[in-house]
C-alpha cells in the first residue's frame, strides 16, 4: 500500500533549538504535501501545504519563518521548527493526497517536546 | 472551516452501533473519514465524492448529504478494533483537508 515515512518518530529538544522533521513518499510522486500539528486530544489542525518546486502555502496564524516548510524533490518535503519553544510541543503529521477517490496517506508522525 | 462532529465521545458495547455525524459551515466538494488510535497517524477509511453518495465496506458505511453539507459514518456490530478517534475530513476547495473535531469511539467486552 502507499507508504510515507516520517523521521524521527519522537524528538526532545532544549528551547531555542531547531528541529527538523522528514517525510519521504517511497512509492508515489507527491507534487504536495500536507503538514498538520495534533495536541493532546484535539483534532489535527492543517499547518501548511507544501509544493515541489516552490513556496509553502500557510494557513492563517501560522508563522512562516518559525516553521519552515522545504519540497525541493518530489519525493521529500522536511517541516523545520525553528527556534523551538516549550508550546511548540506537539504531534507533527504529514500527509499526502493519493488521487481523486483515494484519500490521503500519512506519515506516522513525529512527536516533539521542547524542554 | 473546521467541522464539527457528534457526538465528542460515545462508549459502546460490542455488537452494538452508533452513528457519527460531521457538519460543515461551508458547501463540501468531498468528505473523508479517518481513524485514529492513540499515539498512530490516521488510517484513511473511505471517501465521498457526490452529494447523495453512500458507500460502506465490511460493517462501516458513510453517507454524504451535499445539501446539508453533512456527512454521518455509521458503525454496525462494533469490534473491539473499532474502539479509536473518529475524524471527518472536509476539502471544500481545492485540495486542502480540514478535520473535523472528533469523535473518541470506546467499545467494551
Known amino acids: 500500500g502507499a507508504v510515507v515515512s516520517q523521521h524521527p518518530s519522537w524528538v526532545i529538544c532544549k528551547s531555542g533549538t531547531s528541529v527538523k522533521i522528514e517525510c519521504r513518499s517511497l512509492d508515489f510522486q507527491a507534487t504536495t504535501m500536507f503538514w498538520y500539528r495534533q495536541f493532546p486530544k484535539q483534532s489535527l489542525m492543517l499547518m501548511a501545504t507544501s509544493n515541489e518546486g516552490s513556496k509553502a502555502t500557510y494557513e492563517q496564524g501560522v508563522e512562516k519563518d518559525k516553521f519552515l516548510i522545504n519540497h525541493a524533490s518530489l519525493t521529500l518535503s522536511t517541516l523545520t521548527v525553528t527556534s523551538a519553544h516549550p508550546e511548540d510541543s506537539s504531534f507533527y503529521i504529514c500527509?499526502?493526497?493519493?488521487?481523486?477517490?483515494?484519500?490521503?496517506?500519512f506519515g506516522s508522525g513525529t512527536r516533539l517536546t521542547v524542554v | 472551516q473546521q467541522p464539527v462532529q457528534s457526538p465528542q465521545a460515545v462508549i459502546l458495547r460490542e455488537g452494538e452501533d452508533a452513528v457519527i455525524n460531521c457538519s460543515s459551515s461551508k458547501a463540501l466538494y468531498s468528505v473523508h473519514w479517518y481513524r485514529q488510535k492513540h499515539g498512530e497517524a490516521p488510517v484513511f477509511l473511505m471517501i465521498?465524492?457526490?452529494?447523495?453518495e453512500q458507500k460502506g465496506h465490511e460493517k462501516i458505511s458513510a453517507s454524504f448529504n451535499e445539501k446539508k453539507q453533512q456527512s454521518s459514518l455509521y458503525l454496525t456490530a462494533s469490534q473491539l478494533s473499532y474502539s479509536g478517534t473518529y475524524f471527518c475530513?472536509?476539502?471544500?476547495?481545492?485540495?486542502?483537508?480540514?478535520f473535523g473535531t472528533g469523535t473518541r469511539l470506546t467499545v467494551i467486552p
Open positions: 465521498l465524492l457526490k452529494g447523495g
Open positions: 475530513g472536509t476539502e471544500a476547495g481545492a485540495n486542502n483537508l480540514f
Open positions: 500527509s499526502e493526497p493519493r488521487g481523486v477517490g483515494y484519500g490521503y496517506t
